[in-house]
């Protein structure tokens, strides 16, 4: 199980894990749940530079379709393929194995983000 605490957010429901100058990106179980059944996932290709804020891919569900935006800049390294294969893991393990995509990024980028306590508030109110 992923430390929930140690992860940054975002107010589009995203989480952020940093290990050194790379973060993963996912979205949150309670973005997940809201979406309902993913069944495609659209994601940025690996190179992509991109701008905090910008969208970079999409998420549709039986319900409705959602854009993941970058949470900061930088730059793509990497690409869930399992969740483009198999959409369904963003609602299985939002957490781990339904993680999105994998960025290169400056220090102090994640400088900020929401942290669990600030989300948590944020999804209650």
């Known amino acids: ?47 992509t530079e991109l701008t905090a804020g910008s ?20 730059t793509v390294v990497e690409i869930n393929d399992a969740v483009v294969d198999d959409p369904s893991l963003v609602n299985a393990e939002p957490f781990a194995g339904g993680w999105l995509i994998k960025v290169s990024v400056a220090a102090g980028a994640l400088d900020g983000l929401l942290d669990r306590d600030a989300y948590v508030a944020l999804t209650e109110g």
Not at 10 to 31: L, Q, R
Not at 55 to 74: D, H, Q, R
């Open 1 to 47: 199980m992923t430390d929930l605490t140690a992860l940054r957010y975002t107010e589009e429901h995203e989480w952020i894990a940093a290990d050194g100058d790379t973060i993963t990106i996912g979205i949150t179980d309670y973005a997940a749940e809201k979406l309902g059944d993913v069944v495609f996932v659209e994601l940025p290709a690996v190179g």
């Open 55 to 74: 969208v970079v891919g999409e998420i549709e569900s039986t319900k409705s379709v959602g854009e993941l935006y970058a949470p900061v800049a930088g």
